[in-house]
């Protein structure tokens, strides 16, 4: 019993990748430049990994995660450019960026961001002014 608890929490802790941005208040945009931030713990994270776009709802995003970045060296940087994926932008609320282990297998989630908007230009606010 003991054991078994012990082995979930050391399982959690080796997950130490953090995404610091896109964030609830530090967004991107369709016109981008956008880009990720993200903190490692040498000891016991990956050198490497792949960045996947989620979004829960398919009438923002057709498809599910989409990789974004197949391959980071993690090592070296704290930040990287994200450029956009094959049709753009898509933009609304609700998304997430995963630092996946293998860009192969989106289950392989090393850390989630939380969640955050991808806004368009304002083509059709309303302003109060
Ligand atoms: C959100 O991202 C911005 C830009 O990187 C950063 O300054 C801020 O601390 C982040 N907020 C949180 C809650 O992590
Ligand atoms: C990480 O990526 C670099 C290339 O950027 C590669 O040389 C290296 O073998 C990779 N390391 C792992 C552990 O996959
Ligand atoms: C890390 O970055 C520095 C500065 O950009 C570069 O000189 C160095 O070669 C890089 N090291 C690796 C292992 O990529
Ligand atoms: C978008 O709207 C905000 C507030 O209405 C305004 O301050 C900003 O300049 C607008 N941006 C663009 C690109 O039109």
Known sequence: MHAFIITLYLA??????KVIS???????TT??????????D??????N??????NPDRSIMQFD????????DGTNATSAPVNPPS?????GAGFKVNLLKDSEDV????????????????????SSS
């Open 65 to 72: 995660n989409q990789i974004l970045l197949a391959l980071v």
């Open 22 to 28: 896109p964030n609830g208040s530090q967004g991107w």
């Open 31 to 40: 016109t981008g430049p956008n880009s990720i931030t993200w903190q490692r």
């Open 87 to 91: 049709g753009g932008w898509p933009h």
């Open 49 to 54: 990994f792949s960045v996947a776009l989620t």
């Open 107 to 126: 289950t392989s989630i090393l850390a989630s961001s939380d969640t955050f908007e991808i806004k368009a230009p304002n083509t059709t606010s309303t």
């Open 12 to 17: 959690a802790s080796a997950l130490a990748y």
């Open 42 to 47: 040498s000891s016991t994270d990956p050198q």
